[in-house]
Each structure stands twice: as structure tokens, then as C-alpha cells.
T-cell receptor, first 109, second 111 residues
Framework: AQRVTQPEKLLSVFKGAPVELKCNYSYSGSPELFWYVQYSRQRLQLLLRHISRESIKGFTADLNKGETSFHLKKPFAQEEDSAMYYCALPSGGYNKLIFGAGTRLAVHP | DAGVTQSPTHLIKTRGQHVTLRCSPISGHKSVSWYQQVLGQGPQFIFQYYEKEERGRGNFPDRFSARQFPNYSSELNVNALLLGDSALYLC??????????FGPGTRLTVL
């Protein structure tokens, strides 16, 4: 069965520290994966997708098929990065996403 | 464009009642998807509609139904509400098989 696992409910770091939000997936075939972010009192929005290989707001994510992972990384966390982060996997189309449970990132001054 | 809009913002119902949630997609978007987000969990896919036809259904009981109108807006209906239906219901729209844009959600509380 297709599944997305985010093992950490909360990740707490200090400003300037490196950040790694973990995402593991279960999928047969070549997956495309997404990271969505939800800032306080805002709607869920796309942060990045692996196929575009972009760096958004300093975040990057690399698909590791051997480890079935798509971890989100940023070398130097900022306070404005504090938010809920969700990893997602399309299931039969981009409009049908399987989401992980999410990780709350808290960046302290 | 205001983005995806949903109404109402909040809703309180009692067990056994039914509820209708509404979604207006971004102008030009023909696909609408519905998700349920229970507190502490990620969104869970319920339905997808494209050009007024159901294109996908998640693992939800038949009490859940939806439809899409000619103007591409959509309704999600839930009958015989249970306490466990309390959640944030999200609507997302896209032009096709592309990035989904989410609405602010409707918070449903079932007492």
C-alpha cells in the first residue's frame, strides 16, 4: 500500500541551525513527491516538488529511492520557517495526494 | 483572484444530521479535490472531480458524496453525521494534473 511516514511530530531548533525534516514513503514505481507547508493562520501551500529540483526559501529535498526517503533540508533555519510541514505522494494522479501526518518545525531565536 | 474559497468557515452539527460544504475553485481550474483533516493528522483524500465527473474516491463510507457544477464549483455532502466526522474539510483546485491550490477549509464540529 502507498504510504507516507513522517516520524517526527515536532522538530525544535535554534535560529541558524540546520534543519532536516524526515519523510519516508512506500510506493511501487517511480514516485513524485511533494512538500507542503502551512504557516500559522494560513492555508496549505506547495513548498516544493522533487521533479522541479528547485530550492524554495532555502529548502531542498532529494529523492533517495534506495532509502525510499524525501527528506527536507535547510542549512540555516530562520524564525519565519516555523510552520507545519507535510510530505505528500500522488496516488493515481496529482489531484489525489497521500499526506504524511506532518511535522511541526519550531525555530527559536 | 481570491484563490480557492470555501463556505462556511465553521459549522456545528449534531449526530445524525447532514451537512453540505461548498467550494469555489480558482478561475480556470476544472479539477476539485476534497480532503478531510482530523486533528493531529495530515489531510486524507475523499473525492476528486474533473469536468463534473468523479475521477477518484478515497476510503470513505457512502455517507460521503460530492458533486461538481457547470461553473466547476463543488459541494461535499455528509449524511448521518458521526462524532468522528469532526474535522477540517479542505478543498483544492487545479487546472488539470498539476499543482493543487488549497482553500482555507471548513471546520466541522459534530456534537
Amino acid at each position: 500500500a502507498q504510504r507516507v511516514t513522517q516520524p517526527e511530530k515536532l522538530l525544535s531548533v535554534f535560529k541558524g541551525a540546520p534543519v532536516e525534516l524526515k519523510c519516508n514513503y512506500s510506493y511501487s514505481g517511480s514516485p513524485e513527491l511533494f512538500w507542503y507547508v502551512q504557516y500559522s493562520r494560513q492555508r496549505l501551500q506547495l513548498l516544493l516538488r522533487h521533479i522541479s529540483r528547485e530550492s524554495i526559501k532555502g529548502f531542498t529535498a532529494d529523492l533517495n529511492k534506495g532509502e525510499t526517503s524525501f527528506h527536507l533540508k535547510k542549512p540555516f533555519a530562520q524564525e519565519e520557517d516555523s510552520a507545519m510541514y507535510y510530505c505528500a505522494l500522488p496516488s493515481g494522479g496529482y489531484n489525489k495526494l497521500i499526506f504524511g501526518a506532518g511535522t511541526r518545525l519550531a525555530v527559536h531565536p | 483572484d481570491a484563490g480557492v474559497t470555501q463556505s462556511p468557515t465553521h459549522l456545528i452539527k449534531t449526530r445524525g444530521q447532514h451537512v453540505t460544504l461548498r467550494c469555489s475553485p480558482i478561475s480556470g481550474h476544472k479539477s476539485v479535490s476534497w480532503y478531510q483533516q482530523v486533528l493531529g493528522q495530515g489531510p486524507q483524500f475523499i473525492f476528486q472531480y474533473y469536468e463534473k465527473e468523479e475521477r477518484g474516491r478515497g476510503n470513505f463510507p457512502d455517507r460521503f458524496s460530492a458533486r461538481q457544477f457547470p461553473n466547476y464549483s463543488s459541494e461535499l455532502n455528509v449524511n448521518a453525521l458521526l462524532l468522528g466526522d469532526s474535522a477540517l474539510y479542505l478543498c483544492a483546485s487545479s487546472q488539470g494534473a498539476d499543482t493543487q491550490y488549497f482553500g482555507p477549509g471548513t471546520r466541522l464540529t459534530v456534537l
